[in-house]
């Protein structure tokens, strides 16, 4: 997990770098960039796995259930108009005394928002998640593996200001996946191509500087 939080922090720095670009999209209305941070709580999504704990039953959604990202947020200077762009960190999962389970991906989102509400933004936007994996541990059992490839992902979110350079936001993020590969101990499976429902319902924090 913390090299997957390093990579996001690494390319936030890229992100930065790629400013003036997110600048021209604004047109030359552009006034004010800025580096941006945000995390939430998602649910939603197929099953991926269902594992029997000592405590009962723990299942990992495939939109689920955390992420972080970073990046950088545009606002025009006289439309009611921002753009942000994020890459960020996804991720599933848990320890238990018979195995453990895990789930990340790392999404690319770019959301647009009008902002001529007082308090308010709301958005849509555009998302593409990479390197999306699962491992299922269980004691008794052989490990199970996936790989899933994910299409793009329409975002919607409405966002009420805090303060100036805080929002709390409600999102629904309509994504898919397909299961490309898959192991079970040793035996690998490929060639699935099994869509998998990763929509998802979430709360996030957003913070500039």
Same mark, same amino acid.
């Given at each position: 997990?913390?090299?997957?939080?390093?990579?996001?922090?690494?390319?936030?720095?890229?992100?930065?770098?790629?400013?003036?670009?997110?600048?021209?999209?604004?047109?030359?209305?552009?006034?004010?960039?800025?580096?941006?941070?945000?995390?939430?709580?998602?649910?939603?999504?197929?099953?991926?796995?269902?594992?029997?704990?000592?405590?009962?039953?723990?299942?990992?959604?495939? =939109?689920? !259930?955390?992420?972080?990202? +970073?990046? &950088? #947020?545009?606002?025009?200077?006289? /439309?009611?108009?921002? @753009?942000? *762009?994020?890459?960020?960190?996804?991720?599933?999962?848990?320890?238990?005394?018979?195995?453990?389970?895990?789930?990340?991906?790392?999404?690319?989102?770019?959301?647009?928002?009008?902002?001529?509400?007082?308090?308010?933004?709301?958005?849509?936007?555009?998302?593409?998640?990479?390197?999306?994996?699962?491992?299922?541990?269980?004691?008794?059992?052989?490990?199970?593996? =996936?790989? !899933?490839?994910?299409?793009? +992902?329409? &975002? #919607?979110?409405?966002?009420?200001? /805090?303060?100036?350079? @805080?929002? *709390?936001?409600?999102?629904?993020?309509?994504?898919?996946?397909?299961?490309?590969?898959?192991?079970?101990?040793?035996?690998?499976?490929?060639?699935?191509?099994?869509?998998?429902?990763?929509?998802?319902?979430?709360?996030?924090?957003?913070?500039?500087?």
């Amino acid at each position: 997990m913390r090299t997957a939080l390093f990579r996001t922090l690494s390319l936030a720095g890229l992100l930065a770098v790629a400013a003036p670009a997110l600048a021209d999209t604004m047109g030359s209305d552009a006034q004010q960039i800025r580096f941006v941070v945000h995390g939430g709580l998602t649910m939603g999504g197929d099953n991926l796995s269902t594992v029997q704990t000592d405590d009962g039953k723990d299942k990992i959604k495939a =939109g689920g !259930l955390f992420q972080v990202g +970073a990046g &950088i #947020l545009a606002q025009a200077g006289t /439309l009611p108009l921002a @753009a942000q *762009l994020t890459y960020n960190y996804h991720a599933d999962g848990d320890s238990y005394e018979n195995g453990s389970t895990s789930y990340h991906r790392q999404p690319i989102e770019l959301t647009f928002f009008y902002t001529g509400i007082e308090n308010w933004r709301l958005g849509a936007g555009v998302r593409k998640s990479g390197s999306a994996k699962f491992n299922v541990k269980q004691d008794g059992y052989a490990t199970v593996r =996936g790989t !899933l490839e994910s299409d793009p +992902a329409l &975002i #919607l979110e409405a966002g009420y200001a /805090l303060s100036p350079s @805080a929002w *709390l936001s409600a999102r629904y993020v309509d994504e898919s996946y397909t299961l490309k590969s898959a192991s079970v101990g040793n035996a690998s499976i490929q060639g699935l191509n099994e869509k998998v429902d990763a929509s998802h319902a979430g709360v996030f924090i957003t913070f500039a500087f």
